[in-house]
């Protein structure tokens, strides 16, 4: 991270501090977090003396506009080297040695920025679900104002994808080319579709079913956990393709690690009813699987007095004449895509805050380029024409979140703009995953359009904070073959 560098007109708030009502903030490495004093949202409410935390990497050149702007997904943080490592470094796509790169965390996220975690100056306690509705372009105004205090001038290229995809166009569309001088918008769209806001509803639904959540008003030390958990769960299927399943995990048992790694923790059923009970609710986080009244035989997800650890492809089985425990192979019921699964929702709720997941995902479902622009009649294609900087727009094959027509659609109506197709099975993640193509198609198009910064000498910027290492133990859980190129 650049440490030269500091807001000039905005106070800078200890992280430490603040990790201290937000346990969230720990998990993002050497990320800043400053006070902005004002901001009027969309809605009409003034906020005061909120935070924004952001990570930069590299120098800010004399004329302040050798800046990229990166924007994060759904459940990213300013940490661009813990979810596009691969694409940050010398010579990659987002050099520091050439480039300013900073990356602001969105309002609502739990990861620093104003969100539910935030206290509320005036009753001293955490938002939580009072937390005010953020659109999009609150991010991005509230950005700007960072932005402003640290010198920039102008943006060489604003580039986000999915959410990070929204804010890049209103990037574009707020602040015009005189600002913004280039674009990349990954896996995105213009307006939230009806299909995504279905999606982030069902995601919520999950979350307010859990009895845990109490209106929102849950204590941190015990959030609803497995609603958010089966949130993840939905969505993360929504992030990938029936293909990428069926070739990853097809009809496997968990090996003994995917197990353990999912927890399935059983002890053992002396019973029929037993048995039937531990399979009937096997996977339920917050069961105690046992019949009221009588001793449990299946712990939670987060019990630690683990019995043993077996799982229903075992051979020990029942007879269903005698009701007593028999020799036999039983159908199985539990498979290495649940095992997945599971592990995937119990390593979200370790990461993520429920309220947070809701103030933004609701973020999302308010993203429409033309809502209240009288200017072009709310008309999406007019305002799409008005987008004049030169756009690079990424679309993935196999996405059926953010569909490659709606990647087209951009295309089409963004003058100065190119399509690029990744042919890849991944569905829509694959643009957190096919580092190598991506890291291709951005430097191409940055080489392309911002040619005095990429052919400037290379300056001398701290790298400490980039390593393997930290890729590998990335919080957030890189792809396993992200070292691999
Ligand atoms: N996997 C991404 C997808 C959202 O586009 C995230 O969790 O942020």
Redesign the pocket.
Known sequence: MSRTLKCESLKELDVNELARENPFIKLVNNQRIVEVPELILESGLKIRNFPIAYKTWGQLNATGDNVLVICH????SSDVSDWWGPLLGNDLAFDPSRFFIICLNSMGSPYGSFSPLSYDEETNEPYGPEFPLCTVRDDVRAHRLVLDSLGVKAIACVIG???GGMLALEWSTIYGEDYVKNLVALATSARHSAWCISWSEAQRQSIYSDPKYLDGYYPLDDPPLSGLSAARMSALLT?RSRNSFEKKFARKTPSPWQKEKSRQVKRAAHSISEKSLQIHNDGHISSESKRPGSISTTSSLNDSNDESITSYGSTTSLSSVTGELKEVKPAQTYFSAQSYLRYQGTKFIHRFDANSYIAITRKLDTHDLARDRMEYDEDIEKVLNSIKQPTLVIGISSDGLFTFSEQEFLADHIPNSRLEKIQSPEG??AF?LEFKLINELIKNFLKENCKTITESSPVKWDCSDLNNEEIKNSVFGEAEEVTNW
Do not use: V
């Open positions: 997904a759904l459940t990213g994808g999915s959410m992030y829509h993640d957190l």
